[in-house]
Nanobody
Framework: QVQLVESGGGLVQTGASLRLSCAAS????????MGWFRQAPGKEREFVAA????????YYADSVKGRFTIARDNAKNTVYLQMNSLKPEDTAAYYC????????????????WGQGTQVTVSS
């Protein structure tokens, strides 16, 4: 089992920045690929960003590319999502996930999930 706890969400204005953190415990963190997903009310869960277990490869949704950066610190068992130039359409609950599948952009391929942290961007 892997336990994931997100933090760092909040209410910000358009153009602001936030950094989300996801602390992992349980099994060896460096064995897992990590992803961030988000879900707005009435919408499906969508892929935001992912990073492979070594940290060597990262992937982003087109909607966040150039604004968000995913990173991991395997020594601290933590994955981060730096979010810059936030827009109202970024408003959602953000979830981190861990998995060992080669597929990183689809949520069913992840095995473990955090409880989520809310990000609200006001216009």
């Amino acid at each position: 089992q892997v336990q994931l706890v997100e933090s760092g969400g909040g209410l910000v204005q358009t153009g602001a920045s936030l950094r989300l953190s996801c602390a992992a415990s349980g099994r060896t963190f460096s064995n897992y690929n990590m992803g961030w997903f988000r879900q707005a009310p009435g919408k499906e869960r969508e892929f935001v960003a992912a990073i492979r277990r070594s940290g060597g490869s990262t992937y982003y949704a087109d909607s966040v590319k150039g604004r968000f950066t995913i990173a991991r610190d395997n020594a601290k068992n933590t994955v981060y999502l730096q979010m810059n130039s936030l827009k109202p359409e970024d408003t959602a609950a953000y979830y981190c996930a861990a998995g060992d599948s080669a597929v990183l952009t689809l949520w069913p391929y992840y095995d473990y999930w955090g409880q989520g942290t809310q990000v609200t961007v006001s216009s």
